[in-house]
C-alpha cells in the first residue's frame, strides 16, 4: 500500500508521508542519534540488536551478501523471496519510466502531485531552493544543516562530511564508502574501485546508465541511445547535456561561448572554470591559484575561493 502523498511540515516538499505530517527524512532527522556498535559514530539508530544498536550503513553491511547479477558483495535492496540484487542493479531492473518532466526512459524517482512520473534528477530539481547555510546559493535543499533549522545543497552536504585518513590512498578526506574492513575510503579511491568496462565502447568508466540485462553504460554511450535535439541558439542536432535559462538545450560550443556574471568579481565574461561558488572568469581563477589557503580540515593549500565582493565570512575549507 502506497503512502499519502502531501506536503511535508519540516521541509514544505512533495513527498509521501511517514509519520507525524512528515516525509520518511524529516521524521529521520527527528530520531536522537546513537553510538554505533561497529563504527562508533554519532548516527540515527537502524536496528537494535542484544549487543548495542548500529546505523543503517552499518546493518546493511553486516547482511550484505553476493549480488545474483553483478556479483558485487553489498547490502541487499530487494525483497528476501526474490533473488539477492545490490542497489545499482536493483535500480536497473525496475521497469523504467519515460520522465514526464525531461521526456526521458530513466528508473522511476518520484511522482508528481497528478501522478505523473518523474526521474531521479528531475525529482531532485522540482525541490523548492533554499538558501545553503554553508555557501549561501539558492539551491534545492540536500540534508539539514548542524543544529536542525537550516539546509545544506548537495555539494557542502558532501564537503561538510568528517575527514578521515583514507585506506585506500592515505588521504584525510571526506569518507564516502567503507571496505568490508570498515577502513575508510574517499572520492577518488571510490571511483577507482567502482569503475566498469562500459558494454559500448568498452573503456574503464563509472557506469552513468545500465541496459536492462545490467550491463553498464558511461555517460557518453548513454546519453547516445536517446533521441538527437537541436540545440536551441545554433540549432544544431546531437546529444546535448546543457540547457539554457529558457530550457532549450546548447552543444558544447555555444555553452561555452556564454557570457555569465562571475561569482567572485560580478564581471561579465567568458567563464573560465565553473566552481561550487558559481562561474569564475580567468582574472579571479589567476587570483585563486596564485594565493593558496590553508584548509581547516585536512591542512592542503587548494586555490583561495573568497569572493572580491562582500559576502558572509565563511570557514576556509577546500
Given at each position: ?11 514544505h ?13 524529516c521524521?529521520?532527522l ?14 540515527r539508530?537502524?536496528k ?15 547482511n550484505a ?39 526521458r526512459?530513466r ?5 508528481t ?10 525529482t531532485v ?8 547555510a ?6 534545492p535543499?540536500?540534508?539539514r ?6 539546509y545544506?545543497?548537495g555539494?557542502c552536504a558532501?564537503?561538510n ?12 578526506a571526506?569518507v564516502v564508502?567503507r ?5 575508510a575510503r574517499?572520492a ?5 574501485a ?10 574503464l ?20 541511445r ?8 545554433c ?14 538545450r546548447?552543444?558544447?560550443?555555444c ?11 560580478g564581471?561579465?565574461t567568458l567563464?573560465a572554470?565553473?566552481?561550487p561558488?558559481?562561474p569564475?572568469?580567468?582574472d579571479?581563477?589567476?587570483a585563486a ?13 587548494p ?8 559576502r ?7
Amino acid at each position: 500500500m502506497s503512502r499519502q502523498l502531501g506536503i511535508c511540515g519540516s521541509c514544505h516538499q512533495e513527498r509521501p508521508l511517514a509519520a507525524a505530517g512528515m516525509c520518511s527524512r524529516c521524521y529521520e532527522l527527528t530520531r536522537p542519534k546513537i553510538t554505533c556498535l561497529d563504527c562508533g559514530q554519532e548516527r540515527r539508530p537502524s536496528k537494535h540488536l542484544p549487543e548495542g544498536v548500529v546505523c543503517a550503513r552499518c546493518w546493511g553491511r553486516r547482511n550484505a551478501v553476493a549480488c545474483g547479477r553483478c556479483g558485487n558483495v553489498k547490502p541487499r535492496a530487494n525483497a528476501l523471496s526474490a533473488d539477492p540484487l545490490c542497489p545499482a542493479c536493483w535500480t536497473a531492473a525496475r521497469p523504467h519510466i519515460t520522465c514526464s518532466s525531461c521526456g526521458r526512459t530513466r528508473p522511476p524517482g518520484g511522482v508528481t502531485s497528478e501522478g505523473e512520473p518523474l526521474c531521479k534528477r528531475c525529482t531532485v530539481r522540482r525541490r523548492a531552493p533554499v538558501t545553503c547555510a554553508r555557501c549561501q546559493q539558492l539551491r534545492p535543499p540536500h540534508q539539514r544543516a548542524p543544529g536542525g533549522d537550516r539546509y545544506l545543497c548537495g555539494t557542502c552536504a558532501a564537503n561538510n562530511r568528517a575527514g578521515e585518513v583514507c585506506g585506500g590512498c592515505g588521504r584525510t578526506a571526506p569518507v564516502v564508502e567503507r571496505a568490508n574492513d570498515g577502513s575508510a575510503r574517499c572520492a577518488r579511491c571510490w571511483a577507482k574501485a567502482h569503475r566498469k568496462a562500459c558494454a559500448g565502447c568498452g573503456r574503464l568508466r563509472l557506469p552513468g546508465y545500465r541496459l536492462p540485462d545490467g550491463s553498464p553504460l558511461c555517460r557518453a554511450c548513454g546519453r547516445r541511445r536517446g533521441t538527437q535535439e537541436p540545440c536551441g541558439t545554433c540549432g544544431r542536432a546531437g546529444w546535448w547535456d546543457t540547457k539554457s535559462g529558457d530550457g532549450s538545450r546548447l552543444c558544447l560550443a555555444c555553452w561555452r561561448s556564454q557570457r555569465r556574471p562571475c561569482s567572485l568579481c560580478g564581471t561579465v565574461t567568458l567563464v573560465a572554470l565553473r566552481w561550487p561558488e558559481g562561474p569564475v572568469c580567468a582574472d579571479c581563477v589567476d587570483a585563486a591559484l596564485a594565493a593558496p589557503q590553508t584548509c581547516l580540515r585536512c591542512g592542503n593549500k587548494p586555490p583561495q575561493r573568497r569572493r572580491r565582493r562582500p559576502r558572509p565570512v565563511l570557514p576556509s575549507l577546500c
